[in-house]
């Protein structure tokens, strides 16, 4: 009786499969990204930080806020603050807490070598991305939702002792609150991607603070009439349209700066993919 033996290209049509038996589905693939996340204490340090960021600079926003308002100066000139704004000012430096988190969650893989058994257990390789991406994404924005959330109530409590607090009720505000937990998201997904592109902590994390902060300074000494044009395009000055209240003149209108930051992330997501596919662990 013979014996029928699978040939190689029938091998490398069947759907890979994970040890316990079962084929590899992105959901498992997001399934183990969310173990490993979860099991690293990296993940909650700075989370934390991104959290205490938030909370504490918004707090002492408000804070100075009412300082200045007590100031016998502020008495006789017209002073009005934008109470929403400022009790959510702490993002600016949670984003890169955020940004060096999502820059790990590649890169640490890469430094360890732990990333070859994890393309080896997913040979198609692009899933690994999209689940580190999604389990990023997901819990920065539950995190960041919750924190924007407390920070404002805890900022409007501060700004209520001299009445000018505001209330989520009011235009614009439940957006932007909302708002700076979908442009951090978005930025935590794009540190994902150039952790990708880049394979290096420092070089991601230098990446991602020369875009956040580094290219606007620089986009500012360029003649005005060029950096008029140039800076609502920029990734944080647009994503950050959403997460404010009231915008400058000049600036993306809110839904739309967001649209122009989530191209930055489509394209660093596609850069990755590439690179993903082509080059060795």
């Known amino acids: 009786m013979s014996t029928a033996t699978a040939t190689p290209a029938a091998r490398s049509a069947a759907p890979a499969r994970t040890a316990i038996g079962g084929p590899v589905t992105l959901a498992r693939v997001v399934h183990s990204e969310w173990i490993k996340f979860r099991t690293l204490r990296s993940s909650y340090f700075t989370l934390i930080a991104a959290v205490v ?39 600016l430096a949670a984003q890169l807490a955020i940004g060096v988190l999502g820059v790990l969650v590649v890169s640490g893989e890469y430094s360890t070598g732990m990333i070859r058994a994890s393309l080896s257990a997913v040979p198609r390789r692009l899933p690994v991305l999209w689940a580190k991406a999604a389990v990023f994404g997901a819990v920065t924005f539950v995190v960041t939702l919750i924190t924007a959330f407390v920070a404002f109530f805890g900022g409007q409590a501060v700004l209520s002792s001299n009445h000018v607090q505001t209330t989520l009720s009011a235009a614009g505000v439940t957006r932007t609150v909302i708002g700076t937990s979908l442009y951090l998201t978005a930025i935590g997904i794009f540190a994902v991607a150039v952790g990708a592109l880049i394979r290096n902590t420092a070089g991601g994390i230098a990446t991602i603070f020369g875009m956040l902060l580094v290219l606007p300074t620089l986009v500012e000494v360029l003649p005005s009439n060029w950096s008029s044009h140039i800076s609502p395009y920029l990734p944080g000055a647009a994503g950050q349209a959403v997460a404010t209240l009231n915008p400058d003149p000049g600036t993306l209108a809110p839904w739309t700066g967001y649209g122009v930051l989530w191209i930055y992330v489509a394209a660093a997501l596609i850069g990755a993919a590439a690179v993903l596919k082509r080059r060795d662990a």
């Open 53 to 91: 960021f938030m909370v504490g600079f918004g707090l002492l926003a408000c804070y100075g806020a009412i300082d200045h308002l007590n100031h016998p100066d502020a008495r006789d000139h017209a002073f009005s603050i934008n109470a929403a704004d400022r009790s959510l000012r702490g993002y």
